[in-house]
């Protein structure tokens, strides 16, 4: 299988098995790789050598948060969506030197890091005249500075420079420790490489905070984990049933990492004892390939976690969805495969292949879902707004393939309210939709925000325009040769490298579009007579 249209073809029968449904999701050429050798040192572990299933070990999933959580009492705590963390970004995405917007239930941020080290978010806000912090800079003292008229703040959020008013005076003095100079700012917290808020100011915040929802074996030694972050223009509930839904993988990415042919009926098991506020856990006792591998077992830790985890005595497999709400409609996936190994050699090639290209297969495969998701929520909307429809009458689901869904959605209404509690002024209806062009953009939902991918970007364009130079200096020798009557042999040499050096350019913008905008159709059906025409003419 490919690992997204037009990459080299490798094998992922093992990336089907191990990742599963959702790890299937966003796998890359690089795990593929490196599982397919996983699976060989599996099969060299079997005793005795025969064709059945490997054991897993029945290890369930345990996360920092975990859904047992109990309140005073024994009674289950309470779920808030503000008392809650959230990842934001990758750290290694972040850019130290200027700020960064970003929006948190419909609330918009800036993120900066200030003069002591230390992360920090606040209401993107500048309470002088409402001009957005995130247009400003970072100061020198570490303070973020409006950039409408150079106001500054700390990361306590106080006013620490007004420079349209007299130095020393009683009046600056009188506006700096005014309250309403200040900006809300939020806790914030840097673990396993990701930024967290929780959006709750900081004087309103729990005491002691809760507990970050890590993923305990990301920090064993010998884990190596591969991941992306990316805009989707679908809700955060639409990300989370989707990923929890471990059927649809042989059907959506036909041609990708599934088969249709590998279908099998799937019978999923929720444990209602440990359901409740904070989330559940969930069992595919049979696993999947049919149970080859062992049981696979599921946790959603609330609001934001959802992972997959197969045990076998070769390696450990996550598959880790982080789905971070933004606004009405949208939200930011953080995924992140982890692989286990117990052999050396799968961990020592997990690294060999760049970031920003493993992001390419990955962006592929998100984009097989991307379009149906994003009408698919617009349908339950109009059944709910215009029928009095809830998500179970609107979809009918009698097989135990849909059991994680449904325990999602019951959480959702059961225990959220139905919906993140989006800020006054900020409409709950979804946005208008969008055209398969904005659907399928990279540049912006992906590309602009990865530092891996931007600098690749930037790095292929310079490269196409020193190809292009030297293809027409090897190109104008040709002819200055042939025109000389040198020896043949040399008149061919520089020909042959125009031809190649424009060729490699060619190549190069192959991935430099694929950096921009998704292909379409998706693998699982192949192109129209008339969508191939139109990807050759836009590929000139």
Not at 354 to 371: K, T
Not at 467 to 484: D, E, G, M, N, Q
């Amino acid at each position: 299988g490919a690992s997204g249209p037009g990459l080299p073809s490798l094998s992922d029968k093992v990336s089907q098995l191990l990742r599963s449904p959702c790890t299937c999701e966003l796998a890359s050429m690089a795990t593929r790789t490196a599982t397919r050798l996983a699976h060989r040192s599996a099969r060299r572990q079997r005793q005795p050598r025969s064709r059945g299933r490997l054991s897993a070990v029945s290890t369930p999933p345990t996360s920092a948060s975990s859904p047992a959580v109990k309140g005073e009492e024994g009674h289950p705590a309470s779920f808030s969506w503000r008392r809650s963390w959230y990842p934001v970004s990758f750290v290694e995405d972040l850019v130290e030197d200027a700020p960064t917007a970003f929006t948190l239930l419909g609330e918009p941020l800036v993120l900066w890091k200030d003069g002591e080290g230390e992360w920090q978010a606040a209401a993107d806000r500048c309470p002088h005249r409402l001009a957005p912090l995130s247009e400003g800079r970072v100061s020198e003292a570490g303070h973020i500075e409006c950039g409408y008229h150079g106001w500054a703040f700390d990361a306590s959020g106080r006013c620490t420079a007004i420079p349209q008013m007299e130095q020393g005076s009683t009046a600056l003095s009188n506006a700096l420790h005014s309250k309403r100079s200040c900006v809300a700012v939020y806790p914030t917290a840097v673990a396993q490489g990701l930024l967290w808020v929780l959006p709750t100011v900081k004087a309103d915040a729990p005491s002691p905070l809760p507990a970050l929802p890590i993923v305990p074996e990301i920090d064993e030694p010998d884990c190596v984990c591969q991941d992306i972050a990316r805009d989707l223009p679908y809700d955060h509930a639409t990300l989370l049933e989707n990923v929890l839904d471990v059927s649809h993988v042989p059907f959506t990415h036909h041609g990708s990492v599934g088969r249709r042919q590998n279908a099998t009926p799937v019978g999923l098991t929720v444990d209602t004892e440990k359901a409740g506020p904070q989330g559940f856990v969930g069992l595919w006792e049979e696993g999947p390939r049919s149970g080859k591998y062992g049981s696979q077992y599921t946790e959603f830790v609330a609001p934001t976690l959802m992972r997959h985890k197969l045990v076998t005595p070769a390696f450990t497999t996550l598959t880790v969805v982080y789905a971070t709400p933004t606004a009405p409609g949208k939200c930011r996936l953080f995924a992140r495969f982890p692989f286990i190994f117990k052999a050396a050699l799968p961990r020592m090639l997990f690294p060999l292949v760049p970031r920003w290209y493993s992001h390419i297969g990955q962006n592929a495969i998100l984009e097989d879902d991307q379009i149906f998701l994003h009408e698919q929520e617009r349908f339950v909307e109009a059944d709910a707004t215009h029928k009095g429809h809830t998500y179970s009458q609107s979809c009918y689901m009698p097989s135990a393939a849909d059991a994680y869904v449904q325990a999602f959605r019951n959480w959702l209404t059961e225990h959220a309210e139905g919906r993140p509690p989006w800020p006054a002024g900020v409409q709950p209806a979804l946005p208008p939709r969008q055209s398969r062009e904005e659907l399928l953009d990279r540049y912006h939902s992906h590309t602009a925000n990865c530092r891996s991918c931007s600098a690749a970007l930037a790095n292929l364009v310079r490269a196409r325009k020193a190809l292009r130079v030297a293809s027409l200096v090897s190109l104008a020798a040709c002819a200055a040769l042939v025109a000389r009557s040198a020896p043949v042999y040399l008149a061919v040499v520089a020909g042959v490298a125009s031809a190649g050096l424009a060729l490699l350019r060619e190549q190069l913008g192959d991935l430099v579009r694929k950096m921009h905008q998704g292909p379409y159709p998706p693998p699982r059906r192949p192109p129209s007579v008339l969508e191939s025409a139109l990807a050759a003419a836009s590929a000139l």
